[in-house]
């Protein structure tokens, strides 16, 4: 019924730029805290950034910080992480998630209930 839908990943250049989109239905997205986590072979899932209801509020790892930004469109259900100065340790399946209510443990995974089947994103060197 509720289904995430990642697409915008890519092979670019160290230093390129993407931007990732995750179309959301089967819920009411406007009141649903979005999240984009990402992960690379033999590692777990990793925070990435967080969005609130109202676009508000926005919430970054550190590693990524001053280079993505995470925004909302609510009229069409879309949330978006815009990947800028892209390096090569950025390589991963990124993850659209969606949470029913905020959570002060919103860097972890188990506090999202949905999850898109993510969008391959490779930076070369």
């Known amino acids: 019924q509720v289904q995430l839908v990642e697409s915008g990943g890519g092979l670019v250049q160290a230093g390129g730029s993407l931007r990732l989109s995750c179309a959301a239905s089967?819920?009411?997205?406007?009141?649903?805290?979005m999240g984009w986590f990402r992960q690379t072979p033999g590692k777990e899932r990793g925070f990435v950034a967080a969005i609130i209801w109202s676009g508000s509020s926005t919430y970054y790892a550190d590693s990524v910080k001053g280079r993505f930004t995470i925004s909302r469109d609510n009229a069409k259900k879309t949330v978006y992480l815009q990947l800028n100065s892209l390096k090569p340790d950025d390589t991963a399946v990124y993850y659209c998630?969606?949470?029913?209510?905020?959570?002060?443990?919103?860097?972890?995974?188990?506090?999202?209930?949905?999850w898109g089947q993510g969008t391959q994103v490779t930076v070369s060197s």
């Open positions: 089967g819920l009411t997205f406007r009141t649903y805290f």
């Open positions: 998630a969606a949470a029913p209510n905020y959570s002060n443990d919103y860097i972890r995974p188990r506090s999202y209930y949905y």
